[in-house]
Structures are given as structure tokens and as C-alpha cells.
DNA sequence: ATATTAAACGTCATATTGACGATAAATGAA
DNA sequence: TTCATTTATCGTCAATATGACGTTTAATAT
């Protein structure tokens, strides 16, 4: 086999460079108040004590992803949550500290009791309103804004929204989450009629009183349903 | 700053295990015949001679992506071609060489007579229909495989067909580009009214005869109208 | 001249959208 | 117990977009 010269394409895996992997989660979450982010304060040099995704080196012996899922599921508590590799951030001097390439996850939680509360696992952690957030370490406020993008992107044409709600959830406070996502206001009797349409939505015999003097009806997501159509190519569709 | 006992979020850049990084990209082009895929011959052991996509280590003194253009630039020849990172692939047990993370980038060239023959900078190329792509080495199959699943989605939404043909293109072209995409066939009236409806079409005074007696009228794609769009949140949609 | 062929144009019934108006179900105040 | 208030829910309609399909045009070759 003849070695290339002078050639980008590499021809063996002899005297390559190995690089520091990490991986950065970026966490979504949603109340009453609006979209949040969960920020933590780094715990170690170079920038502690500044504003920081959460994240982990990823060891050699380690699928990427599990270092990812191993880091939400402390950060958050949560076995199960949405999770979506974002992107790979690779510039060279991205990190002061050494080399270090990060690959970053996206995901989307449903708060509670537990997991809204701070300090989570020990690390110094924070909601923060998604447009509020602070100047954060290293390339972390672009990871951000991607994440937003494609936050944004997938909540078009998936009903990805869901995952951010509780499992029982109205009408209303669908609208408003879309809304907070989106930074604009929907006409809420069009929107009614446009997600019912999926028939992706079970109405419950329920109503939440907490908004409103009357109540609104509690729905769920049908998750077979949506498993159904994905199957057939569905394209759901704000 | 306390030491974090038991924990997956890392506490600082000492013992950290370093891993080989690497790029693949995966190449689509089009022409007559349809949508292809360029894949290589693997130059280097473990399974040298077999199907590959073309990749390369990344140093540790370049960006990922610098990386990834440079061996886009050497097999192609272009200089400027759509490049979008697809994904990380980081299985531990993906390579048989050694621990790899693979981040792969996907493209689409405007196939001409330079860029058409194989056997591109010393490396032995073929262009395959993306239909047949052989079997690949490690997880490339599912890399092309996710890529095709991107480019679908992307072409949905975004006018990236114009990628993949010559500066001008008749209609005709442009529909038999989304129909090999898709694997489908769209009405040419309706796909006609869709895509010049977006305004995103220059009509040239030339004709290509090249397919028929009547010819098709050449088109150009308005870049310029379609930053603006862009600017103004605009959705193109198939 | 005329048959042939791909390209280009036109029509229409139906579905979807956006912009509203109107009603309903609860509460608490008069 | 009536009524005003508030949020939730249902309904309407004109404008637009869609899918399905028929027709004409511009060239070439016979």
C-alpha cells in the first residue's frame, strides 16, 4: 500500500496525536416563569468560580455518549430525559487549559420538586432564564445559542415540546411553552386547532385550576400514536 | 474548590486520558444517473483495501474542522463547497486500530469534468449510486446512512439542491435532483409553481438542448435573495 | 408538412391558514 | 342569587395553498 505524501489523509494510525475529549450538556428546562437553563459554577482552574455548562472529560474506556448520559443523570436525577448530541466543538484554543475537543449534548427535563431545586449533587447549580444568561466559561454561550437554534428547529416539525412539560399538562400551558421558545405570541384558537389535528393529544377527564377560575382540561402526550405515525414518515408540523 | 468524590463531572485536566480524534466526510455528488456518494479505498491496516469513507487524524495543533476541509479540498479539488459537521461517532469499540472518535462531515459538490474522474490526489475514489454503497468499513455505512437522513431534512427546508448542480440548471434538472433525494416523484407542474413561487430563482435568456429538442430554459440561483430571506427567518419548504 | 417529445402553462375542487367574533365555565363581589 | 370578571373553549370566513390533472408550446426528425 503506498504512502501518500504530502497528503491530508492520514495512512496509519502510527505518531497521531491523541486530544482531551469532554462533553458539555446543555439542560432546558420549563415553568410557569418560562424557559430556563441550568447553569453550574466551575469547581476547578483555570475560570473556577465562573459560570459554566456542565461537563466531563470522557474517558478512554468510555462510549461518548454515556459520559454525556452519566453527567445528566447526576446533574439532573433523571434516568430518562430527552438527550440529542448537539454538535463537536473543535477549535484549537477553545479551552486555556489544554487541547481539549467537546462535544456537546442537548437536553430537555421536566421539573419538579427534586430537580428544581439547586445544588444539585453537590455542584453549585442554577436556573437561569434562557435570556439571562450569564457570560459563561470558554465557548459555553455558543453552545448555547446553537442549542436554542436547534431547540427551536426540532420544536417546528417534532412535538418535542412534550418533553419539557409534565406528563398530565393543558392546552395553555402548551401555548405558553411554545411561546417562550419562540418568543412570540401564537393566536391561541389557532394553535388549539393545529395540535389537536396531530391527534397526538389524549384529553383527560381533569382540569387543572391552578390559572384560571374555570380550569383548563389536562391532556397527555399519546406516545404510541407518535410512534405510529413517525413510523409512516409523519411530519408534524406548528 | 472541593474535590467532587464519586463523580462523573470532572474536577480538573489531571490523569485525563487523551483519545485519537479523527474526521470522515461523507461526499455526495449528482449527475444524470443520480444521487452519488464517493467513498475510497482504504490505504492503511487494519482492513486496508476495503470500502472507506475518506477521513484523516486530527492533529493536535488544527481545528476539527480545518481538519475536515482539508480533506475535502484534497479529494475534491474545491475550495468552496457546502461542509456541515454531521455528527460524533464515539463508540469505544468502533475502530479496531485503537480508541477513535470519529466527528463526521458531510458535503455536496457540483460534479464536473475534473472532480468527476476517480482516482482523486492519489487516492483510489469511486464514485457509488447511493442506492449501492457497498459495505464500509467500522461505522461508516451508518454514517452515510445518518447523512442521508440529514440531507433529506435539510433539502426539505432549505434550498441545498442548488448544491449539488452547476451554477445554471433548468427545472427539469432541479426536479430529477429532489426526486433521486427523496426516492419519489413529485407532480412537475405543482414542483414548478413551489419552487418559483419562493422567488428564489434567476431566469436566464439560454437554454440547455441537452435533454430534449424543445431545450429548458437555464436558471440561476439568487443567492443574494436568499440571504435576505434568510435574514428575515425565512422557511423555504419543498 | 407532420409526428414526436420534453418543457411549460393553466384550471379547479379541496384543504389549510390567519384573523377574528362569540360562548362557556368557573369565581367572587354586589 | 344575580352579575361582572377572567380564562378557556368553540366557531366562522375570506384568503391562500395544495394536489390532481388537462392543454399548449417549441423544438427536432422524418
Same mark, same amino acid.
Given at each position: 500500500m503506498p504512502e501518500v505524501k504530502n497528503s491530508a489523509v492520514s495512512s496509519s494510525y502510527k505518531n497521531k496525536e491523541a486530544i482531551l475529549l469532554a462533553v458539555d450538556c446543555i439542560i432546558f428546562g420549563f415553568d410557569?416563569?418560562?424557559?430556563?437553563?441550568?447553569?453550574?459554577?466551575?469547581?476547578?482552574?483555570?475560570?473556577?468560580?465562573?459560570? @459554566?455548562?456542565?461537563?466531563?472529560?470522557?474517558?478512554?474506556?468510555?462510549?461518548?455518549?454515556?459520559?454525556?448520559?452519566?453527567?445528566?443523570?447526576?446533574?439532573?436525577?433523571?434516568?430518562?430525559?430527552?438527550?440529542?448530541?448537539?454538535h463537536a466543538f473543535g477549535r484549537i484554543n477553545r479551552d486555556k487549559g489544554d487541547r481539549v475537543v467537546s462535544i456537546a449534548y442537548w437536553s430537555l427535563i421536566k421539573l419538579n420538586e427534586e430537580n428544581r431545586n439547586l445544588n444539585v449533587a453537590n455542584h453549585e447549580a442554577h436556573w437561569v432564564d434562557?435570556?439571562?444568561?450569564?457570560?459563561?466559561?470558554l465557548d459555553?454561550?455558543?453552545?448555547?445559542?446553537?442549542?436554542?437554534?436547534?431547540?427551536?428547529?426540532?420544536?417546528?416539525?417534532?412535538?418535542?415540546?412534550?418533553?419539557?412539560?409534565?406528563?398530565?399538562?393543558?392546552?395553555?400551558?402548551?401555548?405558553?411553552?411554545?411561546?417562550a421558545i419562540y418568543q412570540t405570541k401564537f393566536d391561541d384558537r389557532n394553535f388549539r386547532r393545529k395540535i389537536l389535528k396531530t391527534?397526538?393529544?389524549?384529553?383527560l377527564n381533569e382540569k387543572d385550576k391552578s390559572? @384560571?377560575?374555570?380550569?383548563?382540561?389536562?391532556?397527555?402526550?399519546?406516545?404510541?400514536?407518535?410512534?405510529?405515525? @413517525?413510523?409512516d414518515g409523519y411530519l408534524f408540523e406548528l
Open positions: 410557569h416563569e418560562g424557559l430556563k437553563l441550568l447553569i453550574f459554577k466551575r469547581e476547578f482552574e483555570p475560570l473556577a468560580g465562573h459560570w @459554566s455548562l456542565i461537563g466531563s472529560f470522557v474517558n478512554k474506556n468510555e462510549d461518548v455518549e454515556d459520559a454525556a448520559y452519566k453527567v445528566l443523570k447526576e446533574t439532573t436525577g433523571l434516568e430518562s430525559l430527552f438527550v440529542e448530541q448537539l434562557f435570556k439571562e444568561v450569564p457570560e459563561l466559561i459555553h454561550n455558543e453552545m448555547v445559542a446553537m442549542a436554542l437554534t436547534t431547540l427551536r428547529e426540532r420544536a417546528r416539525f417534532r412535538p418535542i415540546g412534550f418533553e419539557l412539560l409534565p406528563d398530565k399538562f393543558t392546552l395553555p400551558q402548551l401555548l405558553n411553552l411554545y411561546e391527534g397526538l393529544l389524549i384529553k390559572t @384560571s377560575k374555570r380550569g383548563a382540561l389536562l391532556y397527555k402526550f399519546d406516545y404510541q400514536q407518535y410512534d405510529k405515525l @413517525s413510523k
